[in-house]
């Protein structure tokens, strides 16, 4: 099962930025944060990862709290092409190992 | 960066028949690939992960012999529905990675329809 919760669905205004959020309040210390996007009828595309330190890529931004029991994936200027299901994943180990597992994921949709 | 490349994208066969699915890693030695299930407006369900060269490893529920997975190269694998039934109709999708390899890399997925 998914050791994640995430909001079924949110929307956002073009432009502005997209905040997701994301619960995993039973993660493991060896467990890393990852996020992935799957626009229709795609396969999943990925996004960004983390341990305990923000990150930031040229697609997003990974916010996790210092418990480390909840993260926020941020894009900070939703376009049209950014409406897809987002997933938000915990796996332990290096980045290359384990099963992803995959969970409900929050559906964005971007309005103009 | 680093393309799986899935075929077909789309499939319609008649029940009874096999297909196959094949992906392939065009830049990268894929020693591991995952391949899952997506039924409509549902998440993505692991069905099994093969290694290069060894059986594949099955999640619960999966039937083995329905779902003949091949790993004989470190750049393809095959998935094969065998004997498709209306209910295998799904979006099937691979990913793979290997110790070169940044992450996992999605194919683009293949829609099998079965009639």
């Known amino acids: 099962d998914a050791k994640t919760t995430q909001p079924p669905s949110m929307d956002c205004a073009e432009g502005r930025a997209a905040n997701l959020p994301c619960n995993h309040s039973?993660?493991?210390?060896?467990?890393?944060v990852y996020w992935y996007r799957q626009i229709h009828s795609q396969g999943p595309q990925y996004i960004i990862h983390?341990?305990?330190n923000n990150e930031t890529n040229e697609m997003a931004s990974l916010i996790i709290t210092e418990d480390r029991k909840s993260s926020t994936l941020i894009l900070p200027h939703a376009t049209l092409r950014d409406t897809a299901v987002y997933y938000c994943?915990?796996?332990?180990?290096?980045?290359?190992?384990?099963?992803?597992?995959f969970g409900q994921g929050t559906t964005l949709q971007v309005k103009p | 960066g680093a393309v799986v490349s899935q075929h077909p994208s789309r499939v319609i066969c008649k029940s009874g028949t096999s297909v196959k699915i094949e992906c392939r890693s065009l830049?990268?030695?894929?020693?591991?690939m995952f391949w899952y299930r997506q039924f409509p407006k549902q998440s993505l369900m692991l069905m099994a992960t093969?290694?290069?060269?060894?059986?594949?490893?099955?999640e619960q529920g999966v039937e083995k012999d329905k779902f003949l997975i091949n790993h004989a190269s470190l750049t393809l694998s095959t998935l094969t529905v065998t004997s498709a039934h209306p209910e295998d109709s799904s979006f099937y999708i691979c990913?793979?990675?290997?110790?070169?390899?940044?992450?996992?890399?999605f194919g683009s997925g293949t829609r099998l329809t079965v009639v």
């Open positions: 994943i915990v796996k332990p180990g290096s980045s290359n190992t384990g099963k992803l597992i």
């Open positions: 039973t993660i493991s210390g060896n467990e890393y």
């Open positions: 983390g341990l305990k």
């Open positions: 830049d990268f030695q894929a020693t591991t």
């Open positions: 093969s290694n290069e060269g060894s059986k594949a490893t099955y």
């Open positions: 990913s793979g990675t290997g110790a070169d390899q940044y992450g996992y890399t």
